[in-house]
């Protein structure tokens, strides 16, 4: 989906690696541990952790097991490569349509992920989570105010049908399913201090909405996630998401009120304590994290620092949060798509070597939307967007639109947990 935003600058990391093409992406061993030769305890485990929006939603039910059901689509077929020449231990698919039973997820695990595409390495994720998407679920409402009931657009998420641009995990480590948090029910108004949208025919603040029908909306366009996931006897929480594109609405900004308090909700759940006591997940649980927790917020938040259509701000309160890092992942082909195609990007105020999308010079341009912020209780050893230069292995995964994969890059961070033992 096509997105943007502007926001505060965040300060450079120069000691960060800088991945670019597939020859020197860092790629680290599955199970690279630690010992300490004097008490023998196994405390060290390197991750990467990688979140990629793979484009693979389709526009009806049904025609994602079908191109999944056996191993001969082209689209998953290069998706699932770029997934294996990064080789994330853990890595979140975004706009990946939702099948009940993990259907979709189980085929494109065993038909694409765990085949070797083009020669590459097959991957293997023994664990898996997914779970229902607000997308496509009837409001019964009129929430775009056109006079009619129905449709993508009236919709809890946008979408044609339930469950589509949904997103799903794929890990090398346990998953702690009994500690899994989702947040698909939680309701825009009972976020404090709610960008609630205004009807501009009237003077009024935060009435573009009936009082049934915020009775009903969330605010999660999908669904937030905190999912703990267990490595080297220590747990790090993957908070998953894909806010709603700041666009396609009108002088309400509907879209982009509810991009920026999405992307707000992992700022307040990461706080936790007083700022977080006004979530609840959808077994009624309250609060956020406990202070000191390891985790990576991972997903296209839909919102540039400086570029696009999104509030000011929106990505730049999760970006500031003290508790949260940001590695700063750059690639060289990013620099030079942007130069090539010029258009909007000649506009653009933000460094282009860290854009994350390629939404070309017709409409935004190429801007940072998708992240994997760890938190500050994590080391981070390096990063990386996947986008070769032309010419160079790999780039003809990323290229120029028509895309053979997505109009979005697979980003990653690499982390190092210490002081855990192997369970």
């Given at each position: 989906?096509?997105?943007?935003?502007?926001?505060?600058?965040?300060?450079?990391?120069?000691?960060?690696?800088?991945?670019?093409?597939?020859?020197?992406?860092?790629?680290?061993?599955?199970?690279?541990?630690?010992?300490?030769?004097?008490?023998?305890?196994?405390?060290?485990?390197?991750?990467?952790?990688?979140?990629?929006?793979?484009?693979?939603?389709?526009?009806?039910?049904?025609?994602?097991?079908?191109?999944?059901?056996?191993?001969?689509?082209?689209?998953?077929?290069?998706?699932?490569?770029?997934?294996?020449?990064?080789?994330?231990?853990?890595?979140?698919?975004?706009?990946?349509?939702?099948?009940?039973?993990?259907?979709?997820?189980?085929?494109?695990?065993?038909?694409?992920?765990?085949?070797?595409?083009?020669?590459?390495?097959?991957?293997?994720?023994?664990?898996?989570?997914?779970?229902?998407?607000?997308?496509?679920?009837?409001?019964?409402?009129?929430?775009?105010?056109?006079g009619s009931v129905g449709g993508p657009d009236d919709a809890l998420g946008f979408g044609?049908?339930?469950?589509?641009?949904?997103?799903?995990?794929?890990?090398?480590?346990?998953?702690?399913?009994?500690?899994?948090?989702?947040?698909?029910?939680?309701?825009?108004?009972?976020?404090?201090?709610?960008?609630?949208?205004?009807?501009?025919?009237?003077?009024?603040?935060?009435?573009?909405?009936?009082?049934?029908?915020?009775?009903?909306?969330?605010?999660?366009?999908?669904?937030?996630?905190?999912?703990?996931?267990?490595?080297?006897?220590?747990?790090?929480?993957?908070?998953?998401?894909?806010?709603?594109?700041?666009?396609?609405?009108?002088?309400?900004?509907?879209?982009?009120?509810?991009?920026?308090?999405?992307?707000?909700?992992?700022?307040?759940?990461?706080?936790?304590?007083?700022?977080?006591?006004?979530?609840?997940?959808?077994?009624?649980?309250?609060?956020?994290?406990?202070?000191?927790?390891?985790?990576?917020?991972?997903?296209?938040?839909?919102?540039?620092?400086?570029?696009?259509?999104?509030?000011?701000?929106?990505?730049?309160?999760?970006?500031?949060?003290?508790?949260?890092?940001?590695?700063?992942?750059?690639?060289?082909?990013?620099?030079?798509?942007?130069?090539?195609?010029?258009?909007?990007?000649?506009?653009?105020?933000?460094?282009?070597?860290?854009?994350?999308?390629?939404?070309?010079?017709?409409?935004?341009?190429?801007?940072?939307?998708?992240?994997?912020?760890?938190?500050?209780?994590?080391?981070?050893?390096?990063?990386?967007?996947?986008?070769?230069?032309?010419?160079?292995?790999?780039?003809?995964?990323?290229?120029?639109?028509?895309?053979?994969?997505?109009?979005?890059?697979?980003?990653?961070?690499?982390?190092?947990?210490?002081?855990?033992?192997?369970?």
């Open positions: 989906m096509r997105v943007m935003a502007h926001c505060t600058a965040a300060v450079l990391a120069a000691s960060l690696l800088i991945a670019t093409a597939p020859a020197v992406l860092a790629t680290p061993p599955d199970d690279t541990l630690s010992v300490d030769s004097a008490t023998g305890s196994r405390d060290r485990q390197d991750v990467r952790f990688a979140t990629y929006n793979a484009s693979l939603n389709r526009t009806a039910p049904g025609e994602l097991l079908r191109d999944l059901g056996t191993g001969g689509n082209i689209q998953a077929q290069a998706i699932a490569e770029v997934v294996q020449i990064n080789r994330p231990d853990v890595v979140l698919l975004n706009e990946f349509d939702y099948v009940p039973g993990n259907r979709a997820a189980d085929l494109f695990n065993e038909n694409y992920l765990r085949v070797g595409q083009n020669g590459r390495k097959p991957l293997d994720y023994p664990y898996v989570y997914t779970a229902p998407s607000n997308t496509g679920v009837p409001s019964g409402f009129d929430l775009n105010n056109d044609a049908f339930e469950g589509q641009y949904g997103m799903v995990i794929y890990s090398k480590y346990p998953i702690e399913t009994e500690s899994v948090r989702t947040f698909q029910h939680f309701l825009w108004k009972d976020m404090p201090g709610a960008l609630l949208p205004d009807n501009p025919a009237t003077g009024a603040q935060g009435d573009w909405y009936s009082t049934n029908e915020l009775a009903v909306l969330p605010l999660s366009s999908k669904s937030h996630w905190d999912v703990p996931v267990s490595i080297a006897g220590r747990t790090v929480h993957v908070l998953a998401s894909h806010p709603t594109p700041p666009v396609f609405d009108g002088e309400e900004d509907r879209n982009g009120r509810r991009n920026s308090d999405e992307i707000r909700l992992w700022s307040d759940y990461v706080t936790g304590g007083a700022d977080a006591s006004y979530i609840y997940d959808d077994a009624g649980a309250t609060g956020g994290l406990k202070r000191g927790e390891r985790f990576v917020v991972m997903g296209d938040q839909n919102s540039d620092p400086l570029d696009g259509d999104s509030l000011p701000g929106s990505i730049g309160r999760l970006l500031g949060n003290k508790l949260v890092q940001d590695p700063m992942p750059v690639s060289k082909g990013a620099t030079e798509a942007s130069a090539l195609q010029g258009g909007a990007n000649a506009e653009h105020r933000s460094d282009p070597r860290y854009d994350t999308a390629d939404f070309e010079d017709r409409s935004a341009g190429n801007v940072r939307v998708d992240y994997v912020l760890p938190s500050r209780t994590l080391r981070v050893s390096g990063s990386g967007v996947f986008w070769p230069q032309a010419g160079t292995p790999g780039s003809e995964l990323t290229g120029i639109f028509p895309f053979r994969t997505s109009d979005h890059r697979l980003v990653y961070a690499d982390v190092t947990l210490h002081g855990g033992r192997q369970r």
